[in-house]
Nanobody, 114 residues
Framework: VQLQASGGGLVQAGGSLTLSCAASRSIYSFDAMGWYRQAPGKQRELVAGITRIGRTNYADSVKGRFSISRDITDNTMYLRMNSLRPEDTAVYYC?????????WGLGTQVTVSS
């Protein structure tokens, strides 16, 4: 399984970005997928997750601002990020759970300037 994250960049506070995570196989085969982030000096944390049946969950810090979605026909998961804040600055990673095996993509940097 290969996951390719993209869409990061530099944005001003209040701006928006959409991250994409393209999978090398049908994303419907995954029990769950998620977006994580890791800021400098901090542990990696869950940002948002989505299960096979489409149930979603979010970190409290991003609720109401971020939205996770997927396109099964394109085997791609997305993270729409609105109202970005400087504290959202981090490397964002996507992952997938396939029958208990966890796969990670390479990260994409998101930098939010104040």
């Amino acid at each position: 399984v290969q996951l390719q994250a993209s869409g990061g960049g530099l944005v001003q506070a209040g701006g928006s970005l959409t991250l994409s995570c393209a999978a090398s196989r049908s994303i419907y085969s995954f029990d769950a997928m998620g977006w994580y982030r890791q800021a400098p000096g901090k542990q990696r944390e869950l940002v948002a997750g989505i299960t096979r049946i489409g149930r979603t969950n979010y970190a409290d810090s991003v609720k109401g601002r971020f939205s996770i979605s997927r396109d099964i026909t394109d085997n791609t998961m997305y993270l729409r990020m609105n109202s970005l804040r400087p504290e959202d600055t981090a490397v964002y990673y996507c992952n997938a759970d396939l029958a208990g095996s966890i796969y990670w993509g390479l990260g994409t940097q998101v930098t939010v300037s104040s």
